[in-house]
């Protein structure tokens, strides 16, 4: 217990206040790469001799793992140790560590010049799941929540020459975690996502935020370290506007009037808000359009291409741009296509994934069931792919923890945080397939006000379940539709309930007056695999499946959108089927080297005959 209350402070302690985004056209350094590593499934790293309680401490740590030239007994030696690359998981990487879960200690060595003038950053895109980062023999902080980005400030730990780098990275379970005890996906560890040096001046932007109501584009800007004035420009829109000098300790700043601008430092005074009055081209799957928009500061500046698009619920219609949509979606986790995946490491991997999506005919993917990669976020926005954003609140957890709550939290506003300006995301999801009880009302009612005073832009939802009353009468009744802004629930119908045939015998009561997203549908089946169409996990079992599905789920009242269960075969340590599954869910619409199978094409088929 005691445990991991130090670790959340140092967390919070660590982050820059306010600072989520530290890297949009910022210069960085990769620390990508080769890193050796060292496994230690007893933790002897983080323990003292005889000690029985696990504790960071920092003098041991030191000793033990961060002096390369002890004089003492040394029982490792990270020169000799075999590498890893970073990012990756390193289940996929190394045999010995495919079911692997526990610590790994990581050594990057970092040579450094010092720039005068400069403040420098260590980033970390994500870690899986806890981290601790020590540099020189420091350490920096501790981390929490295997797939949100991270960093500390290394401008007084930075030597010139060469620098020691060590990161315990650590994915075992834990059941007052979150995701906690049981999931259905391959509890991938390590560094699985980029490590960068980040150089800022002295003053500098520690966030900004852009959003677009349908007539004004707002900016907030945040500033770190002191004052200045911000300059904001939208070159393409011909909109460029600066404040006055902005301190701290000044409440309000009035700008010169403008008939289209304002500019006002808000109360909180680290930060500074405009807005303008603009048409811009509105950003959809039809057109995607992304404006480049620079906010220099001083010596600093930031850039970005961001999207201009509203999205809300009317009724029980989704509408883009004021106009009602369907999404034609599919669920995704982050792994790669090949014949041994893995987390994704690169632009490739990310894109070989988009592309199947959209080939499918897709508009919308459900990343499931933790935030994907900033990357995949990106390259997502620019295709013109609208997103389900998700934590990864999964099946149970401890709903009556408070640190439970506080690690929910913390990365449901990493995720926030890190893509606030990104149009493509229309939906924070806070849960998926949680079972009923008081305690998680309190727990999930807790984090959608959260999500809600945090973006109020956006939509919010959670991915629930149906219930069958009599043999044939499905209900969803989830008391959690009072707070969300779509009923989204999962439903197998043909797998885990009965036959595809039994599609066409039940009857649904679902509230209505809210739009309707089936999160997930579908049933499994091996590549390659013929048959009967009444024999599970052949391919035609499967195609049919999608056929009695699409036709029930096509006569529902307030339908507005799908992301049937998956787009690719995925590694789950709970399919254990010899000969079928062998360690992969085989829900996938393509195999995991990418294979289509027949129900893609019937799902291909329904998505282009939808408008
Ligand atoms: C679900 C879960 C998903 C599983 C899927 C399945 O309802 O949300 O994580 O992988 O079912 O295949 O059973």
Known sequence: MKKTVLILLLVLAALPA???????????????????????????????????????????????????????????????????????????????????????????????????????????????????????NEILGTHKGGFTPFWYEVTDVLKEGSNSLVVNVNNARGASEVPALNYDWWNYGGIIRDVLLVSVPQVFISDFHVSFDGKQIMVTVWLDGGSGSVTVEIPELGLKRTSCHFERSREICHTEPSSVISSAVEKSTRCISFRFKASPERWSPDNPKLYDIKIPCGEDSVSDRVGFRTIRVEGEQILLNDKPVF???????????GANPGRCRNAEDVKALLEAARELGCNFLRL???PHSEQMVRMAEEMGFMLWEEI??????????????????????????????????????VANETPRKPERMAFLGKLIARTRAEDPTRLVSAAMEKKFVEKTHAVVDDELIELTDLI????????????????????????????????EFGGGALY?????????FTEEYMEILYRENLKMLSGLPALCGMSPWILKDFRSPKRTLVGIQDEFNRKGLIDEQGRRKKAFYVMKEFYASRK
């Open 18 to 136: 306010g600072a989520f985004m530290l890297l949009n056209g910022r210069d960085a350094v990769s620390l990508g790469g080769e890193w050796n590593y060292i496994p230690d499934p007893m933790d002897t790293g983080l323990y003292k001799y005889q000690m029985t309680i696990l504790k960071p401490s920092k003098r041991y740590f030191a000793d033990r793992h961060f002096y390369e030239d002890m004089t003492k007994l040394v029982e490792y030696d990270f020169d000799k140790s075999p590498t890893l690359q970073v990012p990756g998981d390193w289940n996929s990487q190394s045999e010995k560590l495919y079911y692997y879960e526990g610590s790994v200690w990581y050594r990057r060595k970092v040579d450094f010049c010092p720039e005068p003038g400069k403040r420098w950053f260590l980033y970390f895109g994500a870690a899986s799941y806890r981290s601790i980062v020590g540099l020189n």
């Open 327 to 337: 999404l034609k979606g599919i669920a995704l986790h982050d792994e790669t296509i």
């Open 368 to 370: 499931a069931h933790y």
């Open 392 to 429: 990864p609140c999964y099946w149970n957890i401890d709903w009556n923890s408070e640190e439970t709550y506080a690690n929910a939290e913390n990365q449901l506003l990493e995720m926030i945080g890190r893509d606030y300006n990104r149009a493509a995301t229309i939906i924070w999801s």
């Open 488 to 519: 989204s629930f999962n439903q197998y119908t043909g797998w885990y309930d009965g036959t595809p045939a039994f599609c066409d015998t039940v009857s649904w009561s679902i509230p209505r007056g809210k739009p309707v997203v089936i999160s």
């Open 528 to 536: 390659g695999n013929h048959g009967s169409a009444s024999d599970m």
